[in-house]
């Protein structure tokens, strides 16, 4: 780790989880990518398809949780990194630490919604079972400039 925190390869895995976010934004939905990564493989992929799939509950990160569930054959997904694109929301940091990530790496806050420190802080939350190690702004300003680029184009 280096001493901002930055593992080595953590940008190499959020430029796929921005890969991720381009594709979701390329079919509608807010372009948010998340991948899962365990024993530095690569185990699961998601993008948001909320609007894709009509399911309010189809985020990038719990796509991608299911997706690693899938692969590894369970729903414990311990020693695992999670990748995301924007900081996740309290739906998705509950599923963060149900599935038992060790850690969370984001690129963008969001401070509207962000469970991971922005606005509240689920992730680190001392009265909760689970604490999920955190690293956010990662490649932020790609991961930002990814969601005005779709938001700029609707308006």
């Not at 372009?31 to 799939?53: C, F, I, K, Q």
Request: glycine content about 12%; proline content about 5%; overall charge neutral.
């Amino acid at each position: 780790m280096t001493r901002t925190g930055i593992f080595p390869k953590d940008e190499y895995f959020m430029r796929l989880a921005l890969r991720e976010a381009v594709a979701a934004g390329e079919h509608g939905d807010v372009p948010v990518g998340a991948v899962v990564v365990h024993d530095g493989e690569l185990v699961g992929t998601g993008r948001n398809e909320r609007e894709l799939r009509g399911d309010p509950t189809a985020h990038a990160e719990l796509l991608a949780l299911r997706a690693a569930a899938l692969t590894l054959g369970g729903w414990r997904l311990m020693g695992a990194v999670l990748y995301v694109t924007l900081e996740p929301c309290p739906m998705c940091a509950g599923a963060i630490q149900q599935a038992r990530i060790a850690r969370t790496v984001y690129g963008a806050p969001d401070h509207k919604l962000g469970a991971a420190g922005s606005v509240i802080n689920i992730l680190g939350d001392p009265r909760l079972l689970q604490r999920v190690e955190v690293q956010g702004g990662v490649l932020a300003t790609e991961s930002l400039a990814v969601l005005q680029r779709f938001f700029n184009e609707r308006r």
